[in-house]
């Protein structure tokens, strides 16, 4: 698999990437902090990326692919995308 995720992540974080189906890969944010409720490393799915089209997915959820996205338009924590009003955006 040759695939090169862009972004970096952040400290008390990794990724893990796995296969999804068959042309797509899930992406997930692993949080390494301490945690009383289990021994796992909780995760997050960060979002999905088609190997064939070579196109980042934002998730519905961690089992359904969402609309593409630009990846300059992610963080290092989701590929989801804010739906802020223009008032909200004008404070970013």
Not at 37 to 52: L, V
Request: charged share 20%.
């Amino acid at each position: 698999m040759n695939f090169t995720f862009p972004h970096v992540a952040p400290k008390g974080y990794s990724y893990e990437i796995e296969l999804f189906k068959r042309n797509l890969l899930a992406i997930w944010i692993c949080n390494h902090g301490q945690f009383s409720y289990t021994d796992k490393t909780p995760k997050s799915i960060w979002g999905f990326y088609d190997t064939k089209t070579k196109c980042y997915y934002a998730p519905i959820n961690s089992s359904k692919q969402g609309d593409q996205v630009d990846i300059k338009n992610t963080t290092p924590y989701s590929a989801m995308q804010l739906k802020l009003t223009p008032l909200e955006a004008a404070f970013l």
